[in-house]
């Protein structure tokens, strides 16, 4: 595990935390361009913000600290629970009934895989 993380966070996106954790979990630990692509055809209405966030966090890495965006894997995607719009529809009999619109937190931390042939030798 590296030490050097790269992070994106897009926050207050409306939209369920369940259902955009149902789309996280079919990336969590791939390659970042692997995701991107996987994103990309995935049917969820969900997968469009977490595609954008892994998007910025690739140009994040290749921007601000100039590596490589072939070489990032998702070390961490993490969807957080933001505030609940309340909302109101007005039912029969002077009845309330209250619409709670949540919104998510979309936390993603890049990181080089790094080729550990290149560095540990077995041939001690």
Known sequence: MADFQVKAVSKYIMG?????????????????QDALEVLSLLPQTAAEPVYKTVKSALANAE???ALEP??????????????????????????????KKRTSHITVLLEEDIDEDLYFDDAS
């Open 63 to 65: 921007e601000n600290y």
């Open 16 to 32: 369920s935390p369940v259902k955009m954790r149902r789309v996280v979990n079919v990336v969590r630990g791939m390659r970042a």
């Open 70 to 99: 072939e070489d990032m894997i998702i070390a961490e995607i993490r969807i957080d629970e933001g505030p609940r719009l309340r909302r109101a529809r007005y039912g029969a009999r002077g009845r309330f009934k209250p619409i």
